[in-house]
């Protein structure tokens, strides 16, 4: 038997609620490591280049951050990198730096570091994707050691939400060239990068905020989704991103989220039968969009009459669109007919094949549609670049009369993302040249607060009504996540998904 | 042997070169990678920046004029996919793909030897059909079909394997499989009729009436006169293993030269496409010869021709 004196007692005894208290206290650093089952590679791993999904998905929010962030649920702009902003005049913003920020590579955070960052991005030989999400010259310049002044040479309203696109490297990223290791100030460093096959974010001890659970997250590619639903079902990955309905069924972690983007028609105006209203609303009446959603894009999709979602000031509350009509149709249809209208003249479907699982399926319905109303409708099949000239201005113009399949996504929550690409005459993806409606454009650009949400919501009611575009679905992800780990998706899971965010279950 | 082998190689170089003439304008026909590269509603500044920066402003002679000199300086360009120079993407992807190759085409020949001889020593057998029912099916059965349902069968339902990647050596079974699957169907069913044409000769039924044993005859000389047809059928599906190979990429994320080429065309990386296509050739020239080697060795009619 072991004798303890009073005062060993005590030790011991308080050596052992040290321990309890030790053992029972949360974990302070970073422990175990998650594999994620993407479909497709980054195209690209500089900060300016994160707009795109498969770039943002492993960049965003975890290696690179921005001046400010997006709520995923509200759209409202929030504090990130800059802890204040305010507008001097209408043409410049100031943002106050937040304090104790460093880059990976040890670099503090400062005015001249955010100005390198933001003027990197928007230096055209670069050709940065995130610069088309700027509308006018944006340039930055240090205003103290940690306030930054951006101008616009045009007045920005929503200059503080455009720049939460506008990820911030470190100033000694090369200024002229992509940088294929991205130092950023996220709570992971990129630690590793093997082309084609994975990538590798580590914790960073030094982060700013309140440091993540997972310590390591491995990014690897496959492109078969039957192969990323079967990782977690076999425990080999703990998230999988776009999973098929039928690859879900059955599955307890499977979570459905909105993507913002939304599946809809171009219809060619500039040329008949489709400069006529009446024709295009046949079209529109004839498309059975539930039917669609639900049989042929296996539920990925939800039947909508407009080209943004909740999240962005342009939505009409309670508009669903023009029913599905095939009578209603057939009457437009002989009533454009009797009237004069060539309706008879073949319109080519152009149909993008790579926009969603099924796509090429859905067009060809879409066609059969349309040609029960009456119209002949040829499909030509097309991957992004054979669609870009029937898309794009200045080819599309003089493109044989079309309805061109696309897809958009905003989650920018401003409207000024949508409305002037595709309805303005400017924009480089419109075929709208309504002198009208550029001026409706122009005035919401430069709205604010409600008025500018008011303003984005008539041109929106307008588009519709004159069928300049016909929305069909708001398209849907689906992801599945393994018992190990806890994480909810939300309205930015589709384009970036915080690491920060998943947590281990306990 | 020396002059046909010289010859072979002559005619292979200028087949490669004249391949390589028509990728570079063939791809080209595709449209602009800019269209990929950059956002839909990117500026004409935008694009006119990128078409600047990767030399596709210049007009197609001149362009063409360029990389038949880089060519020769094996010069491919850089990646606009992978950012890394061309011939690099292409090369790290060789290894894997001449590995697993090999390693399928051993196993291949392996089973599909054996098989076809039995029953060809056994025709109308139930041996006989058991190995052509086999051989039929596996040559039918849709690789891509095979590559998944193994996937749900032996990884999923029955853990047993990894569903993809390259973490260990049971990772190598489920894509050597589907490999396999094909060349092993119609190898075998190649064995048994080569090895049937032989087995009815007059110095095989002539050897047999003085006492030589089925097994003696087989294998040590009548397969050696069916090679030829073998070695042909054998040569061509390992130039598909070679250049091909794009399900067992796709469906098991292996790292091979096939899925590089898919993914280049779909991202208009013309740089890896032709860089792809260059050493694929080369790939294919060499195993031609070694072929042709194989050929001489087993037929010492060629060697003297």
């Known amino acids: 038997m072991i004798n303890l004196s009073k005062s060993g007692l005590a030790w011991t005894l308080l050596a052992a609620q040290a321990g309890l208290a030790f053992a029972a206290a949360p974990a302070l650093t970073a ?9 497709a590679e980054p195209t690209s791993v500089d900060a300016c280049d994160d707009s795109t999904r498969a770039n943002a998905r492993v960049l965003r929010g975890n290696v690179v951050e921005a001046l400010t962030r997006l709520d995923p649920q509200s759209g409202a702009v929030g504090p990130l990198l800059a802890t204040e902003w305010s507008s001097p005049d209408n043409k410049s913003w100031l943002f106050t730096i937040r304090p104790g920020v460093t880059f990976h590579d040890g670099t503090p955070l400062d005015a001249a570091a955010v100005a390198f960052g933001i003027n990197r991005s928007m230096n055209p030989d670069l050709t940065c994707q995130t610069l088309s999400l700027f509308p006018t010259k944006t340039t930055a310049t240090v205003e103290s050691d940690m306030v930054v002044r951006i101008t616009t040479e045009e007045p920005d309203p929503i200059l503080p939400a455009r720049i939460a696109y506008i990820d911030l490297p470190s100033p000694k990223t090369p200024e002229a060239a992509k940088s294929d290791t991205p130092i950023g100030t996220g709570p992971y460093r990129f630690a590793g990068r093997e082309i084609g096959q994975s990538i590798t974010l580590s914790a960073f001890d030094g982060y700013w905020g309140e440091a993540p659970e997972i310590a390591e997250a491995n990014y690897v590619w496959r492109a078969e989704a039957t192969i990323r639903a079967s990782m977690i079902k076999t425990g080999e990955a703990d998230i999988a991103y776009d999973i098929p309905t039928h690859e879900a069924e059955g599955q307890a972690n499977a979570q459905q989220y909105l993507t913002n983007g939304v599946f809809y028609l171009r219809p ?3 040329k008949p039968p489709l400069d ?3 024709v295009r609303q046949a079209i529109a009446s004839s498309i059975d969009k539930a039917t669609l959603a639900e049989v042929l894009m296996d539920n990925s999709g939800t039947p909508t009459g407009q080209l943004v979602t909740q999240l962005i000031n342009g939505y009409v509350p309670d508009y669903t669109g023009m029913p599905y009509d095939l009578e209603k149709a057939k009457a437009l249809f002989a009533e454009a007919k009797a009237a004069g209208v060539a309706v008879d003249t073949p319109i080519t479907l152009v149909a993008r094949t790579d926009l969603f699982s099924g796509a090429e399926e859905v067009s060809q319905a879409i066609q059969q549609m349309i040609q029960q109303a009456g119209f002949t409708v040829t499909l030509k099949s097309v991957d992004t670049v054979g669609w870009s000239p029937w898309a794009r201005k200045p080819d599309s ?3 044989p009369v079309n309805l061109l399949t696309s897809s958009h996504n905003n989650i920018s929550g401003d409207g000024s993302l949508t409305f002037p690409n595709f309805l303005g005459s400017g924009g480089r993806l419109s075929v709208v040249d309504n002198a009208e409606l550029d001026a409706k454009l122009a005035a919401a650009a430069k709205a604010s607060g409600e008025d500018r949400a008011a303003a984005y919501r008539e041109i929106a009611q307008y588009a519709y009504d004159q069928e300049l ?3 069909v679905a708001a398209l849907q992800g689906l992801l599945l996540t393994s018992d190990r780990i806890a994480y909810e998706a939300d309205g930015f899971t589709d384009i970036e998904l915080h690491l920060s965010d998943v947590k281990h279950k306990q | 042997m020396l002059k046909f082998l010289s010859l072979r190689l002559t005619t292979s170089l200028i087949a490669l070169a004249g391949v390589m003439v028509i990728v570079f304008f063939l791809a080209r026909l595709t449209g602009s990678p800019a269209t990929l590269y950059l956002p839909a509603d990117a500026s004409v500044e935008m694009m006119e920046a990128f078409n600047r920066q990767f030399g596709y402003d210049q007009p197609i002679p001149q362009q063409f004029a360029q990389f038949v000199g880089n060519v020769f300086r094996l010069d491919f360009g850089q990646s606009l996919y992978q950012q890394r120079p061309a011939a690099v993407a292409v090369l790290s992807a060789m290894p894997q793909t001449i590995l697993l190759a090999a390693v399928a085409m051993a196993l291949t020949l392996l089973a599909a030897i054996p098989l076809g001889t039995v029953a060809a020593l056994h025709p109308h057998s139930v041996q006989d059909r058991l190995i052509t029912l086999f051989s039929l099916l596996t040559a039918s059965i849709p690789d891509f079909w095979f590559a998944l349902v193994g996937v749900l069968v032996l990884s999923v339902n029955l853990g047993l394997l990894p569903t993809s990647g390259q973490a260990s050596l049971l990772s190598w079974i489920l894509p050597v499989a589907t490999l396999m699957l094909h060349p092993v169907g119609v190898l075998t069913q190649v064995v048994r009729g080569a090895m049937l044409e032989t087995l009815n000769a ?25 090679a030829l047809p073998i070695i042909t059928v054998a040569g061509d599906r390992a130039g598909g293993m070679v250049n091909g190979a794009v399900i067992v990429s796709a469906v098991f994320a292996w790292p091979g030269i096939g899925q590089v080429l898919v993914d280049a065309v779909y991202n208009r990386d013309f740089a890896v496409i032709q860089a792809g296509v260059f050493v694929v050739g080369i790939a294919v020239i060499l195993l031609n010869f070694l072929v042709d080697l194989i050929y001489a060795a087993a037929d010492p009619r060629i060697r003297i021709s």
């Open chain 1, 397 to 399: 113009l003089t493109q």
């Open chain 1, 268 to 270: 060619m105006l500039q």
């Open chain 1, 31 to 39: 422990e175990g490591s998650i594999v994620l089952a993407m479909p």
């Open chain 1, 469 to 471: 575009v016909i929305p």
């Open chain 2, 202 to 226: 007059g110095y095989v039924q002539n050897a047999r009436a003085r006492g030589y044993s089925w097994k003696r005859l087989a294998f040590r000389h009548a397969l050696r006169n069916a």
């Open chain 1, 276 to 278: 006529d209203l009446r």
